[in-house]
């Protein structure tokens, strides 16, 4: 039986083909953001909390927020659905980038924050749990970042005071990359709101 014979050139020829048409086939490579460093406190600062030692838990939140996609809804077309960006992701999940922001943003307002693990019993415990974080189109040119949280306060099994936190703003792009810096921002105002809300509480004795 005779077979086709190929010069060697055109073996390379066909496997740099066949190379190139795989590399080709993978797609875009995603970009991947996340809140960027936390820039030092304003000289204006809420009031510190009346407490040295904070224990902060780790933020809970719907299963969406414990990936790293990236979600947005079009409110002019269908705000009930939330969608996903194909090629744009978080470095970590959201509720982990939100409870180091807000942990970070505690910790340079001057008071020792401790987790779960490390804390003794007795000590201020402040849980989070995450309503919304996610960037709104409101048309196709204009959208903004969204985070809704609410906060809770506990010292041992007893709640002190809870309150729910709202923000937005606008993005400075009508893309992920603009989303990413507004939810940032978003992020660093509700830390800002969450201070003066500390500062504001009477923690007892135990």
């Known amino acids: 039986m005779n077979f086709p014979r190929f010069s060697p050139v055109s073996v ?5 083909a066949l190379l190139f048409g795989g590399c080709a ?6 970009t991947f953001y996340d809140f960027g460093p936390a820039a030092p406190p304003a000289a204006a600062q809420p ?3 009346a407490v040295p030692v904070l224990v902060i838990a780790d933020a809970n939140g719907p299963s ?16 009930q659905q939330s969608r996903p960006y194909a090629y744009n992701r978080w470095n ?11 942990k970070t943003r505690v910790a340079q307002s001057g008071v020792k924050v401790l987790s ?24 196709q040119t204009q959208s903004s970042g969204h985070v809704s949280l609410r906060a809770s306060l506990f010292r041992g099994h007893r709640l002190i005071d809870q ?19 507004a939810l940032a921002a978003a992020s660093d105002a509700i830390a ?14 135990e």
């Open 92 to 102: 970590t999940p959201p509720l982990q980038l939100l409870s180091q922001r807000l």
């Open 163 to 181: 309150k729910t936190f709202s923000r937005s703003g606008p993005a400075s792009s009508a893309d992920a990359q603009g989303g990413a810096q």
């Open 47 to 49: 009031a510190a909390p």
């Open 25 to 30: 086939s993978r797609g875009p490579v995603p």
């Open 64 to 79: 969406w927020l414990d990936s790293q996609r990236m979600y947005y809804r079009l409110l002019y077309a269908d705000a």
């Open 116 to 139: 779960t693990t490390d804390a003794a019993a007795g000590m201020p415990l402040l849980r989070i749990d995450v309503d919304d974080f996610s960037q709104a189109f409101d048309t």
């Open 192 to 205: 800002a709101d969450l201070l003066t809300w500390l500062g504001t509480l009477t923690i007892p004795k």
């Open 12 to 16: 390379l020829a066909l496997a740099t």
